[in-house]
């Protein structure tokens, strides 16, 4: 069977997380920030229709998040996203059909302190404005993820009032809402639509 774009990423997870052979070597670090309880990693990925990888880690928090974006049109995957769960979650079983407006692939992970990962959500997503050049619209989907990526920056830890921990207000973030936030800044466009359509989003009881 075709290995999938989820099962590749999670893949690359397992090997970047669990460095358990000789010849292992670290992701490139591309740049760094530092927040008052956390830090955000733009790092390294290349696999085909990567575009950027952020990775939020704070010691006030149990695991770390893991953000990623890739181009739809250079994605090689198959029918099947992958396996939860020993669940097969399958395109062909989605209420919609993938909008053919969708350019992009966001993704949010939690990276356990022991290298496991399990997805928060997968989306397919709009982050292009059809008005504007392809070299304007490849930065304005760079900016927004980086600008979701970096929002937590601004996360204060308060252990002392219930709730408002880092790692709990992390739990409550709206990945999807922030990117469509951030995204209709950088397109300039104040009615854009992310168009998303869901391809896994965790199950809450």
């Known amino acids: 069977m075709q290995t999938t774009w989820l099962q590749r990423l999670l893949l690359w997870l397992n090997q970047l997380f669990q460095p358990k052979r000789k010849s292992y070597s670290p992701p490139r670090i591309i740049r760094k920030w530092y927040g008052t309880h956390c830090t955000v ?10 575009i950027s990888t952020y990775r939020i880690t704070s ?48 993704a949010v992970f939690r990276v356990w302190r022991n290298g496991g990962s399990t997805p928060i959500g997968i989306w397919d997503v709009n982050l292009e404005n059809i008005n504007s050049s392809s070299a304007f619209r490849e930065m304005a989907s760079r900016r927004s993820i980086a600008g979701v990526a970096l929002s937590p920056l601004s996360i204060i830890h308060n252990k002392k009032i219930t709730g408002f921990d880092w790692q709990s207000r992390m739990e409550r973030l709206n990945w999807l809402q922030m990117l469509e936030t951030r995204a209709k800044k950088e397109l300039e466009n104040p009615h854009h639509s992310l168009q998303a359509v869901a391809i896994y989003l965790e199950a809450h009881e």
């Open 59 to 106: 010691v006030y928090g149990t695991c770390d998040y893991l953000l990623t974006l890739d181009y739809l049109p250079e994605l090689h995957w198959a029918r099947m996203v992958g396996e939860f769960g020993e669940s097969p979650v399958n395109m062909g079983f989605l209420d919609e059909q993938p909008n053919p407006a969708c350019t992009h692939r966001f």
């Open 41 to 50: 990693f733009r790092i390294e990925r290349n696999t085909p229709g990567g």
